[in-house]
């Protein structure tokens, strides 16, 4: 079992940047897949990033590549997501969810969820 909560969602003007954080509980934490994914009013839960256990692999969607970065740091038990550039398109709630196995971009394949952070950006 593993319980997730973001942080650091907000407010920011277009070009500005943000940091989420996803902490994470239980023992098992760095045998997870972790992937944040992004869902805006009136459209579809997307995929943002993915890293897998030891941060070896990282897939970023097209749309975010270049201006985002997932990292984690498994001594604590946490994954994080640096934003940059922010576009007012990026505006939507933010959530980070893990996974057994591999690094994957598939929704479906995440078992943890956490509430999600809203992120803004204004133009």
């Known amino acids: 079992q593993v319980q997730l909560v973001e942080s650091g969602g907000g407010l920011v003007q277009a070009g500005g940047s943000l940091r989420l954080s996803c902490a994470a509980s239980?023992?098992?934490?760095?045998?997870?897949?972790m992937g944040w994914f992004r869902q805006a009013p009136g459209k579809e839960r997307e995929f943002v990033a993915t890293i897998n256990w030891s941060g070896s692999t990282t897939w970023h969607a097209d749309s975010v590549k270049g201006r985002f970065t997932i990292s984690r740091d498994n001594a604590k038990n946490a994954a994080y997501l640096q934003m940059n550039s922010l576009k007012p398109e990026d505006t939507a709630v933010y959530y980070c969810a893990a996974a057994r196995g591999m690094a994957t971009t598939l929704l479906e394949k995440y078992d943890y969820w956490g509430q999600g952070t809203q992120v803004t950006v204004s133009s």
């Open positions: 239980g023992r098992t934490f760095s045998t997870f897949t």
